[in-house]
């Protein structure tokens, strides 16, 4: 009688440990990539058929459409816009502010802050969107 002892290993690769790894790496790009927009204010631009890039040191303006005033994301309050603008302007003259506005705005809305640049004798540029829907600077 022949007996032997038969040794047969059988070959697993566990992979739940695999599933956890791409499950907290697809997690950590999800929220790191919502921190990355630099729009978070939330407006609706204006359309604007011919748009043109602008290549200065960038303020961004944003007016929301209840009247909450933000420079570069930063609230601030409408009595002290025209000195945070001066602030802003002061640190660096040939800078340009981008004035993104919700297009739901009065035309005095934008005229007020139009009013304060032309004050402060600073170049405003408004941010629209092109007919597709990407927002530019015009």
Do not use: W
């Amino acid at each position: 009688m022949n007996f032997r002892k038969q040794n047969k290993f059988s070959a697993e690769v566990s992979t739940s440990a695999m599933n956890d790894i791409m499950f907290f790496l697809m997690l950590f790009f999800l929220i790191i990539s919502t921190l990355l927009n630099p729009n978070v204010i939330k407006l609706t631009l204006p359309n604007s058929k011919n748009n043109q890039a602008i290549h200065h040191k960038e303020i961004v303006l944003s007016i929301t459409k209840d009247l909450q005033y933000f420079i570069d994301n930063k609230p601030v309050q409408q009595t002290e816009l025209e000195s945070v603008i001066q602030q802003n302007i002061s640190k660096s003259p040939d800078a340009t502010i981008i004035l993104r506005c919700d297009n739901s705005l009065t035309v005095q809305d934008l005229v007020n802050v139009l009013q304060i640049g032309n004050k402060l004798k600073v170049k405003m540029i408004l941010a629209t969107k092109t007919p597709n829907g990407t927002a530019s600077n015009k």
